[in-house]
């Protein structure tokens, strides 16, 4: 194993970690109530009576971020790649998608809960991390990972769209008035950690390149 095949799963996984950090420490913060102005700013400065085209098309988004919304699309891409590139590069697909859905599930049990905007219908639900920017930021960066890496896609396309997915999820929790821009801010974290490690498990499960001189006595040996 070369230094460059330990220093990319490294790099990922250390930014998981920070991820995980970072969700520490802003979790602390809103348990704190240190997080109200940053919510409130934000708020402000988003419209409270989008239209009706505009709310039907937030409303729309809605299943992405939702376990039967997202899952049974990542399967389908993981099949798709399990045929072409073999399971090292579907499974961490799939994983993330299994992953993000179940810390959602289990967030909402066991994390203490805030209260959610004025706009929520259902103050009792659970509203921070928000689950939409969790769920559809660990599986948009880990697909978009794996297929730039398999060359399935073209950076130039995954990127944008492991970007837009996400954001837009999140943005249209924020325009219905949902969640708090900590509680997206919170899901955006935990997403980018289940995806830094479904991308690390990737690099590690990766084929080794035989050396240089190895490769050269393999041609000359055909």
């Not at 991820?19 to 809103?30: D, E, H, N």
């Amino acid at each position: 194993m070369t230094k460059n095949q330990v220093v990319l799963p490294a790099a990922l996984l250390g930014g998981g970690v920070g991820a995980v950090i970072g969700f520490a420490v802003l979790a602390r913060r809103v348990r704190r109530h240190r997080t109200r102005h940053l919510d409130a700013t934000v708020r402000k400065a988003i419209p409270k009576r989008p239209r009706r085209a505009t709310r039907f098309a937030a409303e729309a988004l809605s299943p992405l971020g939702k376990w039967y919304g997202h899952m049974p699309a990542a399967g389908l891409v993981a099949a798709a790649t399990w045929r072409s590139r073999g399971p090292r590069a579907a499974i961490p697909i799939a994983s993330a998608s299994a992953a993000a859905a179940s810390l959602a599930w289990l967030l909402e049990r066991v994390m203490r809960q805030r209260t959610p905007p004025p706009g929520r219908h259902s103050p009792t639900e659970p509203s921070f991390p928000s689950g939409h920017a969790l769920q559809t930021g660990a599986v948009a960066w880990a697909t978009a990972y794996v297929l730039a890496r398999e060359g399935l896609a073209s950076p130039a396309r995954a990127v944008p769209v492991a970007l837009i997915v996400p954001g837009v999820s999140g943005l249209a929790k924020l325009w219905l008035d949902g969640h708090w821009f900590t509680d997206v801010l919170a899901g955006y974290l935990l997403g980018g950690a289940i995806a830094a490690s479904s991308a690390a498990a990737y690099e590690l499960a990766r084929p080794r390149r035989k050396p240089r001189f190895a490769r050269v006595l393999a041609r000359l040996a055909r």
